[in-house]
């Protein structure tokens, strides 16, 4: 897989960075198979300078293995540019292959302040494409910690997958399934049958997949929004 984090693209006033992501996603979904964007939440600390809630994004490709990421980042990069918000500190970051080290920069990110320097120090390190935008650049640290989060599987929450958004009302667990979620109760057991809510559906990514995390009540299948 390949995976894009991007981070503090928006300003109070602007749209947020999860719908610059989408939009991103969409421009590049000819050329490339999209399987995810996904949110992953960081630090919440009245230390921390964000717009919202401190929280990154990460778009999930398939991998051929003929994709130029140099390439890639370019592109996106433009993408980023041409709707910069002045005050905004972006950051881009493009990988293919994820090492433990950068998994664990985007656990600590979730708990801990981190410095910009190290962040960029990881990326050169691993190889990884990293670089501010704009701004005092510190969007790279969010962006190389969505990288992290993604590719560990076990965080965060997608905003946007394959039919996701044309989901509403009531519908059976099995047209669900058949879009690719994957439908467990909070103690993890499977769930195949029954009715779901599915307003505003945003699975969680586990095990590297997005899984709708569900309570039943009053007969139907109820979603929890996760981190």
């Not at 995976?3 to 000819?30: F, K, N």
């Not at 990460?58 to 980042?73: F, K, N, P, Y």
């Amino acid at each position: 897989m390949i995976v894009i984090g991007m981070d503090d693209t928006d300003t109070a006033t602007s749209r947020g960075t999860g719908a610059l992501a989408r939009q991103v996603a969409g421009t590049i979904a000819d050329d490339f198979e999209v399987l995810g964007v996904i949110r992953q939440q960081l630090l919440r600390d009245p230390r921390v300078p964000c717009t919202r809630n401190n929280s990154s994004k990460a778009i999930l490709l398939r991998d051929t293995g003929a994709v130029d990421l140099s390439e890639l980042a370019r592109r996106v990069g433009e993408i980023m540019l041409a709707d910069f918000q002045p005050g905004s500190d972006p950051g881009l970051c493009v990988a293919r292959t994820v090492p433990p080290e950068v998994i664990a920069f985007g656990t600590r990110a979730q708990r801990e302040l981190i410095a910009q320097p190290e962040a960029r120090t990881l990326a050169a390190s691993c190889g990884i494409y990293l670089e501010g935008l704009g701004g005092d650049q510190m969007g790279v640290i969010g962006a190389l910690a969505a990288v992290g989060l993604t590719a560990g599987g076990e965080t965060g929450r997608y905003i946007e997958a394959a039919g996701l958004r044309s989901m509403s009302g009531a519908m059976p667990v099995a047209a669900v399934l058949a879009a690719g979620i994957a439908v467990r109760t909070e103690d993890g057991t499977s769930v195949t049958g029954g009715l779901m809510l599915t307003d505003a559906l945003r699975p969680a990514r586990r095990g590297g997949i997005p899984v709708a995390i569900v309570r039943l009540q009053d007969g139907i299948w109820l979603p929890l929004k996760l981190d």
